[in-house]
């Protein structure tokens, strides 16, 4: 990945997981200009890397994210350091079209717009003891951008009864209700990342690029158009080098050597 000036955001590469941590532990890691211009930087860049197999989404400290930097929509918002690439429906939209897994690493709290990035990323691990809630309707205000990503992963009766009271669900029960994949204790959060990652990496990458498009370009069509746009994507996908070995692979009863085409 490219070295950028970040101010805001660490990020970092091992082992093909490109890992950014929101970095505003002081403010609880709340999303102003800059720290959403420099995620759609490090998005981009992760994506274009081939040795990235998998993006990890975290905050330093001990909150995930607190949201929107409530003191930078009332004015005063710091200025970019890096040329601007767009603000948070940009990011959210970033997350949804990128064709890498994301795994959202809830360290701690995620709140309003810190929320919109777990919903938004393809996997989400959080701690039991976190709250992951929307209490914008608490300031007179609404979770209107992260609704649209919410109401992807939620049933409508409990997305709306928790935006509606400002609810704040514990990791656990976030997981029921959707919101993450799994709740785990704080010992063991970074044990479970890792074995998300780690099954990422033993599949093909260009299946998973392959087909994580498909699933961002057919979200919302009906079936009739849905099922021969997916048809069109399988005969690609089978012209694929990784295809190809992986049919022979399973046919010889070994393991197949991935080449990323």
């Not at 009906?222 to 992986?246: Q, Y």
């Amino acid at each position: 990945m490219t070295p950028r000036a970040y101010e805001q955001l660490l990020v970092g590469v091992s082992s093909g997981v490109a890992t950014l941590t929101l970095n505003r532990p002081e403010r609880r890691n709340a999303l102003g200009p800059v720290l959403v211009n420099e995620l759609l930087w490090a998005l981009d860049d992760a994506t274009a890397d081939d040795a990235v197999r998998s993006i990890v989404l975290t905050g330093a400290g001990k909150v995930f994210s607190a949201g929107g930097d409530f003191g930078q929509m009332t004015g005063g918002a710091d200025t970019p350091a890096l040329p601007p690439k767009g603000d948070f429906k940009d990011l959210l939209l970033a997350l949804f079209r990128t064709n890498k897994p994301v795994i959202a690493r809830v360290n701690g709290h995620a709140m309003g717009g810190g929320l919109g990035l777990v919903a938004a990323s393809t996997f989400a691990v959080a701690v039991a003891d976190a709250k992951l809630g929307t209490p914008e309707v608490d300031v007179g205000l609404f979770p209107f951008m992260i609704f649209a990503v919410l109401e992807r992963i939620m049933t409508r009766r409990r997305l709306i009864e928790m935006v509606l009271f400002g609810q704040k669900l514990t990791g656990a029960e976030a997981a029921a209700a959707g919101l993450v994949n799994i709740a785990v204790a704080a010992a063991d959060l970074d044990a479970t990342v890792a074995e998300y990652a780690g099954k990422i990496a033993e599949k093909s990458p260009i299946a998973l690029r392959l087909g994580l498009e498909a699933l961002r370009d057919t979200d919302g069509l009906g079936m009739t158009e849905k099922v021969p746009a997916l048809s069109e994507r399988l005969m690609a996908c089978l012209g694929t080098e990784d295809a190809r070995e992986g049919l022979t692979a399973f046919l010889e009863k070994r393991a197949p050597k991935w080449q990323g085409r």
